[in-house]
């Protein structure tokens, strides 16, 4: 079936920090691929989307791109700032008719010291 | 826009008595309207997803329902609330394959 695996948190990371978040997928077809941030207390955002092999998605200095090879999207950021400090959910889309559903990871909690 | 309206923000109730978390839609008519909920350490759990109005599916077995009485309207409900129904409540609409959240709901169940 349609899975997404996350590595597991919690990170911490020193300010300026180069971060990654493994994300790797299982899928039938080409599904589209997406991170989104969530805040504390808040709901989550989309962060960025990749829809297609080899696309890179990138948003407030965040990349990742869709690697169909490998089945991964993972998250990379060169230098992370304290207001990165949020939980990182990576998501892939699974075509269902007409309700598409997201299938989730875990998340992985993100900490960024000063 | 795509805003969604959930309320209220924080919600501390008794084990046994009734739940009814709500979400509006603004902007947009016809939406996918999603509750999800998020537990410490288990991510993103779907629980019921809408595609129009009066049409529910449930994603688990669970102690909550959920029902959709208008277009940008949909609700959460329980009718005696257990301890392991608390977490944080969240509403998403979704666009094609692009998903749009409320601000949450924290639920405590004491």
């Known amino acids: 079936g349609n899975s997404v695996t996350q590595m597991e948190g919690p990170v911490t990371l020193s300010e300026e920090a180069f971060l990654t978040i493994n994300c790797t997928y299982t899928?039938?077809?080409?599904?589209?691929l997406f991170w989104y941030v969530q805040y504390p207390g808040e709901g989550l955002q989309l962060l960025l989307k990749a829809t297609k092999a080899d696309d890179k998605g990138s948003n407030k200095g965040f990349e990742a791109t869709y690697r169909k090879e490998t089945t991964s999207f993972h998250l990379e950021k060169g230098s992370v700032q304290v207001s990165d400090s949020a939980v990182y959910f990576c998501a892939l889309n699974r075509n269902a008719g007409n309700n598409r559903k997201l299938i989730w990871g875990l998340g992985t909690s993100l900490a960024v010291n000063p | 826009s795509q805003t969604i309206h959930q309320w209220p923000a924080t919600l501390v109730q008794p084990v046994g008595s009734p739940l009814s978390l709500e979400c509006t839609v603004e902007g947009t008519s016809n939406p996918n309207l999603y509750w999800y909920r998020q537990a410490a350490g288990r991510g993103l759990q779907l629980l019921f997803y809408s595609v129009g109005i009066g049409q529910i599916s449930s994603e688990v077995p669970q102690n909550l329902s959920a029902s959709r009485p208008q277009d940008r309207q949909f609700i959460l409900s329980s009718k005696k609330l257990l301890l392991s129904d608390s977490g944080f409540y969240l509403c998403a609409r979704q666009v094609g394959t692009e998903a749009f959240f409320g601000q949450g709901t924290r639920l405590t169940v004491v």
């Open positions: 899928a039938t077809g080409y599904p589209s």
